[in-house]
């Protein structure tokens, strides 16, 4: 609790709501746009489309600008070589999409998501190669030369 504030206009209220919230008050962002005159849901709809076309496009450069270089026997520019080293390959992302369905919200079944997936545990990690959700046989033996953590 605190005193009445008077505020003599909208920006001094929103500069003190965006002060208290980067003190850690749970403010919000639409409370603190008090009397902005837009939108801020669709605002925000817009802004994540942005968002994923600009990454889309920027993998494509970055493609474009791997395959050129190869092609002609060139070197792979080092910015170009750290986009792709840092990226997951179409073969990994539908290994993790497989591994981490049932926590990713599927938009366009309303949010269902596959219930024959493994369940993303650490543990899943530790399966067999043909699924069939058994640890492989380890002896005490090879376990004797394993690195200790």
């Not at 520019?77 to 290994?95: H, L, M």
């Amino acid at each position: 609790m605190f005193n009445n504030i008077d505020f003599k206009d909208e920006q001094n209220e929103r500069d003190f709501r965006m002060k208290l919230k980067q003190a850690g008050v749970p403010i919000a962002d639409s409370d603190i746009a008090v009397g902005v005159d837009f939108d801020l849901d669709a605002s925000r709809d817009k802004f994540n489309d942005e968002q994923i076309e600009k990454s889309v496009d920027e993998a494509r450069v970055q493609s474009s600008i791997f395959n050129a270089t190869y092609k002609q026997g060139l070197p792979v520019p080092a910015e170009t070589a750290a986009y792709f080293k840092d990226g997951i390959t179409p073969e990994e992302y539908e290994s993790l999409v497989k591994k981490f369905a049932p926590t990713i919200k599927d938009d366009s079944s309303q949010g269902g998501s596959s219930p024959t997936a493994g369940s993303g545990s650490p543990d899943d990690e530790r399966m067999t190669e043909d699924g069939d959700g058994q640890r492989p046989e380890v002896s005490d033996e090879q376990r004797a030369d394993m690195p200790k953590a």
